[in-house]
C-alpha cells in the first residue's frame, strides 16, 4: 500500500506526505528481501528526490533500480541458458541410449539369424 501512495504524494508534489510512507515501507520487516520491492523502493526515491531536486540523489536511486533490474533479466537469461544445456544434454543421453539398444538388438538379431543359419546347415 504504501508503495502506491508514495508515488501518488510525489506526483501531488507532496514531499512531507511522501516522505512519511518511505519512512514507513522502510519500517515494515522485509521490504527488502525482494528485489522487484527493492526495484519500487528505488524508483520512489528516485521521484522523491527529483520533486526535491537533489539530482545526484535521483540519479544514485535510479541507477540502482536499473542495476537490481538488468541484473534480474540477465539472471533469468542465465537460467534460461542453463535450462537449454540440460535439455540438450538430457537429449544426448536419451540418444545414446537408444542407439545403444537398437545396437543390441541388431546383434541379437544378427547372432539368431546365424544360429539359424547353422541349424539349417547342420
Same mark, same amino acid.
Given at each position: 500500500?504504501?508503495?502506491? *501512495?508514495?508515488?501518488?504524494? +510525489?506526483?501531488?508534489?507532496?514531499?512531507?506526505?511522501?516522505?512519511?510512507? +518511505?519512512d514507513?515501507?522502510? /519500517?515494515?520487516?522485509?521490504?527488502? !528481501?525482494?528485489?522487484?520491492?527493492?526495484?519500487?523502493? $528505488?524508483?520512489? *526515491?528516485?521521484? $522523491?528526490? /527529483?520533486?526535491?531536486? !537533489?539530482?545526484?540523489?535521483? $540519479?544514485e536511486?535510479? %541507477?540502482?533500480?536499473? $542495476?537490481? /533490474? %538488468?541484473?534480474?533479466?540477465?539472471?533469468?537469461?542465465? *537460467?534460461?541458458?542453463?535450462?537449454?544445456?540440460? /535439455?540438450?544434454?538430457?537429449?544426448?543421453?536419451?540418444?545414446? %541410449?537408444? *542407439?545403444?539398444?537398437?545396437?543390441?538388438?541388431? !546383434?541379437?538379431?544378427?547372432?539368431?539369424?546365424?544360429?539359424?543359419?547353422?541349424?539349417?546347415?547342420?
Amino acid at each position: 500500500m504504501y508503495h502506491v *501512495l508514495a508515488p501518488a504524494y +510525489i506526483m501531488k508534489g507532496e514531499a512531507d506526505e511522501a516522505r512519511k510512507m +518511505i519512512d514507513t515501507i522502510q /519500517r515494515i520487516p522485509g521490504w527488502n !528481501q525482494s528485489p522487484d520491492r527493492l526495484i519500487s523502493y $528505488y524508483n520512489i *526515491l528516485y521521484g $522523491y528526490h /527529483r520533486l526535491l531536486g !537533489q539530482h545526484d540523489q535521483a $540519479y544514485e536511486a535510479i %541507477d540502482k533500480a536499473n $542495476y537490481l /533490474r %538488468d541484473s534480474m533479466v540477465h539472471l533469468a537469461g542465465s *537460467l534460461g541458458s542453463q535450462k537449454e544445456v540440460i /535439455r540438450y544434454e538430457i537429449g544426448q543421453k536419451a540418444l545414446a %541410449d537408444s *542407439l545403444r539398444l537398437s545396437s543390441s538388438l541388431l !546383434q541379437a538379431e544378427l547372432k539368431a539369424k546365424t544360429n539359424q543359419t547353422w541349424l539349417l546347415i547342420a
